[in-house]
C-alpha cells in the first residue's frame, strides 16, 4: 500500500513535488492541459483559465492563479493541445475514481491496490490506477463500471475530464485553504489492462453490481442503430436558438430554461450536441464554465419513454412563433402576394453555405477576425485561416454562391452584410486563437509555415525535425513573402562559407540573426551589413532572407526603402517576418528611434476609411536587415541592438544567374542547418537559462537573442559563451565608433590623462568649467544639455572608458555629476597636454548625437 508522501508544511502552501510525483505515476509528460476554475462560490461567475504546456513552464503561471483563489485542474487523459472535447483525446493512461463524499473504505472492493492516492480536502479523496493498453472505445465504459462498483462520483466517466491537481490549494473554503496532497504506492509496476479487468469483473460478482455497460449484445446493437445528428442539424439548432434568445423568446440566464435546453439537446444529439450546448451557455452572464455543463449533462438520465422526452423540436416551434424562418424554407419558398413563404435574400443563401460548408470564424488575441476554411488542393482537403473582411475569403464567398445559383452572381452589398453578420457571431462568440506568418510556438515545439499556398509545414522539437503529414496544431495565414526552400541534412557551416562574403566571426553572426526569427522571446536585432562599393551587400541581404523568408517572385522583391511614416513601416512588417531595408546612406534620430521600436515590439493605428471612430491597429515586431557603406547613425540604442557586419570584396564576379544557381543547389541543406540549430535551441534553453541566472554567463544588451543563439549554436560549433562575447565585443567597438570626435568625450579624454584627475559631485556649470580648456572646437554642450547628453551617450562613455553617476545636491537643488574611469580607458603619451585627445573636424554639418 502506500508508502512515499512528499514532505508538507503545516501552513498550506504550494508544493511542486506533489505534482510532479502525481503526473510521474500516472504516466504523463510533456505537455498537459490545464484549467483554473475559480474556488469560492461567491466568486463563481469569472471567466475560467486555460494553458496548455509541460509544467515546468506552466507552474508559475498556476501557482499565480492559485493564489488568486482558482482551484488548478489538469485532463487527465493525453491530448492534441487544439481543443477540450471528447474528440481531442488521444491516448489514456489510467483510470480513476473520484470519492468526494463516498465511503473510503469501499476502495478496498476492487481487490486491487491504486498507484496514487490524491487527497483534496480532509477525508475526500481520488484514486487512480496506472493501466497499459486503455482503448479510449473502452475508458468510458470501464469508468462507469468502477462508479457503480464504488458509488463514487457518477459523472467522472468522460474522456476530457478534468481532476484536481495535487500540490495546489483547495480554496472552496477561502478563510481554510488545504493542500492538495498525492501518496504513490512505491513500487507498484502498471497494470495491463487484461488484469484490471479481470480484476473488475471478479469485484463486481462478489459485490452483485450490474452496470449499464454491461448490456446484452441486442441492447448495444439497438444503441449503436441510433442515428447521429448531422453537422447540419446542430448548425440549424444553433441558429434557431440564438434567434430565439435574440428575440427574448428564451433566456440563457435562467436556470430552469437553461435545464430545459439541456434536456432537449441531450435527448435529441447525445454527446455530439455537448459542445454546441456549452457554446450556447457560455453566451449568458451566469455560465459557471464547462464543468458545471459536464456535470448537470452526465446527471441527466434519458431513459424515459420517447414520447415523453423533451427534445429540440419543442424550441423548433418556439422560435417559429417568435418569427424565425428555417433556411432550408426559405429555399424552397418564394411566391407572389404572400401566398408563398419568403424567399432568402442572396446573404442569407450565403451565411448558410458557409455554415454547411463548415466555415469557422474566431478573432486574434487582438481582436481580428479570421476565418478557417477547407479547400480542396490537388484532390486533397486542408484547411486555410484567411481574414474575415479579407479578398480571399470574400471571393470563396462569391464563388460559391456563383456555383449554386448557375446563373446569378452575389452582389457585393450582400457578400458584405454576410461578412458583417460572420463578424458579430465572432465577436458574439469570443473564440480566440493566435495567429502566426511563418514561425510558430506551441506546447515546446516549432512549427516553421514553409509553403503557404501549399500548406507545407515543418515541425522541430528537440529530437529534431520533420515535414508533417498532417495539418499543424496553429493558425498560419498567408503574408507577403513566398515558400522556403524545402530542406535537406547534410548542411554545415561551410556550405554557407561557400555562399555569404564575410569573415568567420561575421559568419556566425549572421547564422545568428537568422536565428533570431525562430526565437519567440525579447527584442529582435537589427542586421548591419557594411562595406565598399561593389561588395555584394545587396546580393548578401537577398541571400539572408532567401533562407528564412524569401520574397515572391523577384528575389529583389523585399528590398525597401526607408518609408516616409511609421505607420507605413508597419504595414510592410505586418506582412513579413524579416524587412530589408536596402542601401541605406543616413537615418535620422527618428527613424533610428522607428527601427528600435519596429525590434522590441511597436504599435500604430489609424482611422478605418469610411468610419467616424473604427480603429485598424497594427502591432509588429521584426528582425530587420540594413544595408549600407558605412554604419547610418551614431544613436547608440540603434547600435547597441546592431550586429554589424563587413562584406569582403569578391576576388571573382560571376553573373547574377551563375551566383543563384549555386546558391539554390545548396539553399536546402543550408536551411536544414538552421533547423537543426533551431532543435538544438529548444534542446538547450533551459541549460542556458540555468547557466545565466548561476552566474556563469553574462549576457549583452538584447540579452533574450544571445541567450537563444547560444542555446541553439551546437551545431555551429560554438564554445560556451562565443556568441555572447561576440555580441558584446561588436556594440562595444560600434559604441566607441559612435562617439570618437564628439567634443565632449574628446575633452573627458584629454582631462583624465592626468594620474591625479578626478571629478566628483561637481555640477554641470563645474563641469563646463573644468573641461574648457580640452574644448578646441569650442562645442561642449550648453550647461542645461549636460545630464541628457550622459544620458544619450552613456553606452558611448561606457564603452570609451568613463562611468558616470548622477546626484542630488539638496541644498543647491541641483544635479550633480560623479565621472570614473573604467578598464577601458587608455592613457595616451601625451598625458597633460590640454589639446592632447583633440580630433579637429572638417565636417561642417552638426554633429548627429
Known amino acids: 500500500m ?114 496514487v492516492i490524491v487527497e483534496t480536502s480532509p477525508g475526500k479523496r481520488h484514486y487512480y490506477w496506472r493501466v497499459i493498453g486503455i482503448t479510449l472505445e473502452q475508458f468510458t465504459a470501464v469508468q462507469k463500471r468502477l462508479i457503480a462498483l464504488f458509488e463514487s462520483d457518477k459523472s467522472i466517466h468522460d474522456l476530457p475530464r478534468i ?163 428555417d433556411a432550408s424554407e426559405r429555399a424552397e419558398g418564394g411566391g407572389k402576394g404572400g401566398g408563398g413563404k419568403a424567399k432568402p435574400d442572396a446573404a442569407s443563401i450565403i451565411l448558410d453555405q458557409a455554415a454547411a460548408a463548415g466555415d469557422e470564424v474566431f478573432l486574434a488575441p487582438d481582436g481580428k477576425a479570421y476565418v478557417r476554411v477547407e479547400l480542396v488542393q490537388a484532390g486533397k482537403p486542408r484547411h486555410v485561416t484567411l481574414a474575415l473582411g479579407g479578398d480571399d475569403y470574400r471571393g470563396i464567398l462569391v464563388l460559391r454562391y456563383h456555383e449554386q445559383q448557375i446563373v446569378k452572381t452575389a452582389p457585393k452589398d450582400q457578400v458584405s452584410a454576410a461578412v458583417g453578420i460572420l463578424h458579430a457571431r465572432a465577436r458574439q462568440a469570443d473564440v480566440r486563437h493566435p495567429v502566426y506568418l511563418r514561425v510558430a510556438h506551441h506546447d515546446g515545439r516549432v512549427y516553421v509555415n514553409f509553403d503557404p499556398d501549399k500548406g507545407v509545414v515543418v515541425e522541430i522539437d528537440a529530437a529534431g525535425w520533420r515535414v508533417m503529414d498532417k495539418e499543424p496544431p496553429v493558425h498560419f495565414v498567408a503574408g507577403s513573402r513566398g515558400p522556403l526552400p524545402m530542406p535537406r541534412q547534410g548542411g554545415s557551416m561551410e556550405t554557407f562559407a561557400k555562399h555569404f562574403n564575410v569573415g568567420p566571426d561575421d559568419l556566425k553572426r549572421v547564422i545568428g540573426f537568422m536565428l533570431s526569427m525562430f526565437n519567440d522571446e525579447g527584442a529582435y536585432p537589427i542586421l548591419l551589413i557594411e562595406g565598399v562599393a561593389g561588395s555584394a551587400k545587396s546580393n548578401l541581404g537577398d541571400k539572408t532572407l532567401a533562407l528564412v523568408d524569401p520574397p515572391v517572385g523577384d528575389r529583389q522583391a523585399a528590398r525597401f526603402s526607408m518609408a516616409e511614416e511609421e505607420r507605413n513601416l508597419h504595414i510592410q512588417a505586418s506582412r513579413c517576418s524579416m524587412l530589408y531595408l536596402d542601401n541605406i546612406s543616413v ?64 576576388e571573382k564576379r560571376l553573373t547574377e544567374a551563375a551566383v543563384w544557381r549555386a546558391f539554390d543547389a545548396d539553399a536546402g541543406q543550408m536551411v536544414g542547418f538552421l533547423l537543426d540549430c533551431v532543435s538544438a535551441g529548444l534542446r538547450n534553453r533551459a541549460a542556458v537559462a540555468g547557466h545565466v541566472e548561476s552566474g556563469g554567463l553574462a549576457l549583452p544588451r538584447l540579452a533574450d537573442f544571445a541567450a537563444w543563439v547560444e542555446a541553439a549554436g551546437e551545431p555551429m560549433g560554438l564554445a560556451p559563451g562565443e556568441f555572447a562575447a561576440l555580441l558584446n565585443e561588436e556594440q562595444e567597438s560600434m559604441q566607441r565608433k559612435a562617439v570618437d570626435g564628439h567634443p565632449l568625450i574628446d575633452a573627458l579624454c584629454a582631462y583624465f590623462q592626468n594620474p591625479e584627475a578626478a571629478i566628483e559631485g561637481r555640477t554641470a556649470r563645474d563641469l563646463r568649467d573644468m573641461l574648457s580648456p580640452y574644448d578646441r572646437t569650442n562645442s561642449l554642450p550648453a550647461v542645461n544639455q549636460f545630464s541628457p547628453m550622459f544620458r544619450r551617450l552613456a553606452e558611448g562613455l561606457r564603452a570609451s572608458g568613463f562611468e558616470v553617476t548622477e546626484g542630488r545636491d539638496g541644498k543647491r537643488k541641483v544635479t550633480t555629476f560623479t565621472i570614473v574611469t573604467n578598464d577601458a580607458f587608455e592613457r595616451g603619451a601625451d598625458s597633460g597636454s590640454p589639446a592632447g585627445k583633440i580630433q579637429p573636424t572638417n565636417d561642417d554639418d552638426p554633429l548627429p548625437f
Not at 264 to 273: V, W, Y
Not at 293 to 304: A, E, I, Y
Not at 313 to 319: D, R, S
Not at 621 to 644: E, H, K, M
Open 2 to 115: 502506500p508508502t512515499s508522501n512528499p514532505e508538507m508544511n503545516d501552513t498550506p502552501r504550494q508544493v511542486s513535488a506533489h505534482t510532479t510525483s502525481f503526473l510521474s505515476a500516472i504516466g504523463r509528460d510533456g505537455p498537459l492541459s490545464f484549467r483554473a476554475i475559480m474556488d469560492d462560490k461567491a466568486r463563481k461567475g469569472m471567466c475560467v483559465e486555460q494553458k496548455t504546456a509541460p509544467f515546468d513552464q506552466a507552474m508559475q503561471k498556476l501557482r499565480c492563479w492559485n493564489e488568486a483563489g482558482y482551484g488548478i485542474f489538469v485532463q487527465v487523459n493525453a491530448s492534441d493541445g487544439q481543443g477540450v472535447t471528447a474528440a481531442n483525446i488521444t491516448a489514456a493512461t489510467c483510470f480513476f475514481a473520484d470519492f468526494d463524499g463516498t465511503p473510503l473504505e469501499n476502495v478496498d472492493r476492487l481487490g486491487i491496490a491504486p498507484h
Open 163 to 325: 481532476m484536481r491537481l495535487p500540490g495546489f490549494l483547495h480554496q472552496k473554503n477561502p478563510d481554510a485553504p488545504t493542500l492538495v496532497t498525492c501518496t504513490v504506492t512505491e513500487g507498484l509496476a502498471p497494470y495491463p489492462i487484461d488484469q484490471f479487468l479481470a480484476a473488475l469483473e471478479a469485484a463486481e460478482k462478489a459485490h452483485c453490481v450490474v452496470t449499464s455497460e454491461r448490456k446484452t449484445t441486442a441492447e448495444k446493437v439497438a444503441a449503436l442503430a441510433q442515428p447521429k445528428p448531422a453537422k447540419a442539424e446542430l448548425v440549424r439548432a444553433e441558429a434557431m436558438v440564438r434567434h430565439i434568445m435574440e428575440k427574448g423568446a428564451f433566456d440563457i440566464d435562467d436556470r430552469h430554461d437553461w435545464f430545459g435546453l439541456l434536456t432537449a439537446f441531450k435527448n435529441s444529439f447525445g454527446e455530439d450536441g455537448f459542445a454546441l450546448f456549452v457554446a450556447l451557455s457560455a453566451v449568458g452572464k451566469k455560465f459557471k464554465g464547462e464543468e458545471d455543463c459536464r456535470k448537470q449533462w452526465d446527471s441527466l438520465k434519458t431513459d424515459r419513454p420517447k414520447d415523453q422526452k423533451l427534445t429540440i423540436a419543442t424550441y423548433f416551434a418556439k422560435a417559429k412563433d417568435a418569427g424565425w424562418v
Open 587 to 650: 537615418f535620422s534620430a527618428e527613424v533610428a528611434d522607428q527601427l528600435c521600436r519596429l525590434c522590441s515590439g511597436a504599435a500604430s493605428s489609424h482611422r478605418v476609411l469610411h468610419s467616424n471612430d473604427a480603429e485598424q491597429l497594427f502591432f509588429v515586431r521584426r528582425p530587420c536587415i540594413v544595408s549600407c557603406i558605412a554604419t547610418p547613425s551614431n544613436r547608440g540604442d540603434l547600435l547597441s541592438r546592431s550586429l554589424r557586419i563587413t562584406a569582403t570584396p569578391l
